[in-house]
Nanobody, 115 residues
Framework: QVQLVVSGGGLVQAGGSLRLSCAASRSIFSINSMGWYRQAPGKQRELVTTITSGGSTNYADSVKGRFTISRDNAKNTVYLQMNSLKPEDTAVYYC?????????WGQGTQVTVSS
């Protein structure tokens, strides 16, 4: 089992920055992959970025160069640094962990970017 606790999010103006945090209940080295997804109103949930236990990262084209995923192994926490935010980044963001042949989800956090 993996419990994920998400913090961060909020309201920011276009061009601004936000950081999301996702704390896992066990060592992230035991988790194959962690990442962030988002779901905008009326749209399907989409992948934003992932990071594997080996440190490999993957980004959606729409966020490349603006978002950065990182992790603090000592804190079992993964971060999403979001810079140069755009109104189209507005969505509920979810933390995801893939482990034990299962998917685990944290609670969503709202990110709203005003123009």
């Amino acid at each position: 089992q993996v419990q994920l606790v998400v913090s961060g999010g909020g309201l920011v103006q276009a061009g601004g920055s936000l950081r999301l945090s996702c704390a896992a209940s066990r060592s992230i080295f035991s988790i194959n992959s962690m990442g962030w997804y988002r779901q905008a109103p009326g749209k399907q949930r989409e992948l934003v970025t992932t990071i594997t236990s080996g440190g490999s990262t993957n980004y959606a084209d729409s966020v490349k160069g603006r978002f950065t995923i990182s992790r603090d192994n000592a804190k079992n926490t993964v971060y999403l640094q979001m810079n140069s935010l755009k109104p189209e980044d507005t969505a509920v963001y979810y933390c995801n962990a893939q482990a034990d042949l299962r998917y685990y989800w944290g609670q969503g956090t709202q990110v709203t970017v005003s123009s």
